[in-house]
């Protein structure tokens, strides 16, 4: 018995209440953003096939999603529009009277303590499906700069709270703050999309958001999956151009950029678990492979783990739910 070890990890894990009081991570409703996709209309709820339990919502719609989403404690709601015209600029993308501004209005009188983020990118407003005008058949970074920073300045005059630029533009974070400051909107945050991955799970997004290239990919400006030290030269950079919040894109995969961004830079970390991520969470709990709540609560955990304080996800609704009741 002498060589019988008295430190027993295993005592502080007998019950769910000790496991709860030693937890060193613990999620909030508070950490999730909520992603929805918003459409022209009145009373549309236009199912997502590829994502189970969610739909693209008129404004009306969304208001009602967003009160659910303030009733169960969920921090933030990000926008993506899907416009009713689309040319070769986006233009509909800084239309004051589009979907995702009309919604932002309408969420702040619905849900007041929601946080407001709209997503800046052009994909889902041009007729090619690219993040910008084209020089042949490459985006035009800098074309695209002061066309996004006309996008964010409406959102921000629509009452965004948060713009969150997604394009992976070189130094569209600069040109937008500045453009936000010369409209007296000095206060609106932003959180760039620092580290966007050209990934292939965002496959469902695209169907939701009706951005899928009509040639070509994003491989020229969103970046190679290989590369860790890249990521963090990017977020850098981003907060020296004045982001107050940076984000790694997709989660799961990558939780190493995750962890290593959070470790270089002092603003808040942000991470998207993305439309893939949740699919294939939500078709191998439909097989009967997996026990989904469980899952789902676990991955979240470990994007927390790994240094997000802030969590985009389509299971923001549910997780929150569950999180309720497990208290």
Not at 143 to 165: I, N, T
Request: proline residues 7%; glycine residues 8%; charged residues 25%.
């Amino acid at each position: 018995m002498s060589s019988f070890p008295t430190v027993r990890p295993r005592r502080l894990r007998m019950s769910g209440a000790l496991r709860r009081a030693v937890a060193e991570t613990r999620l909030h409703p508070s950490q999730f953003v909520l992603p929805v996709f918003v459409v022209p209309g009145e009373g549309v709820r236009n199912p997502i096939e590829s994502m189970p339990g969610h739909a693209q919502l008129s404004v009306d719609q969304a208001a009602i999603l967003a009160k659910e989403a303030e009733a169960a404690g969920i921090g933030s709601i990000i926008f993506f529009g899907i416009p009713e015209y689309k040319d070769e600029v986006g233009s509909s993308a800084w239309d004051p009277t589009g979907p995702v501004p009309r919604a932002i209005e309408a969420v702040a009188t619905a849900a007041p303590e929601l946080v407001r983020w709209a997503d800046v990118c052009l994909c889902e407003y041009t007729s090619h499906g690219h993040c910008g005008p084209l020089a042949g058949e490459i985006v035009d970074n800098d074309s695209a700069l002061p066309l996004l920073a006309q996008a964010a300045v409406v959102y921000a005059e629509a009452g965004a709270d948060v713009v969150a630029p997604s394009d992976m533009m070189d130094g569209r974070v600069g040109v937008i703050r500045a453009a936000l400051d010369e409209k007296g909107r000095n206060d609106t945050v932003i959180c760039s999309y620092a580290v966007k991955y050209a990934s292939g799970y965002y496959g469902p997004f695209r169907e939701a958001a009706g951005s899928v290239p009509s040639f070509g990919d994003r491989r020229s400006h969103q970046m190679d999956p290989p590369n860790v030290r890249e990521a963090i030269r990017e977020a850098q950079l981003d907060v020296a151009e004045g982001a107050d919040l940076v984000m790694v894109k997709p989660a799961g995969p990558y939780l190493d950029v995750v962890r290593a961004v959070r470790e270089r830079v002092e603003v808040p970390v942000a991470a998207y678990q993305v439309s893939g991520e949740f699919a294939m969470i939500e078709a191998a709990a439909g097989r009967g492979w997996i026990d989904r709540d469980r899952v789902m609560l676990e991955s979240l955990t470990g994007i927390v783990r790994a240094g997000a304080g802030i969590v985009l996800t389509y299971f923001a609704l549910d997780a929150a739910r569950l999180l309720e009741h497990a208290e």
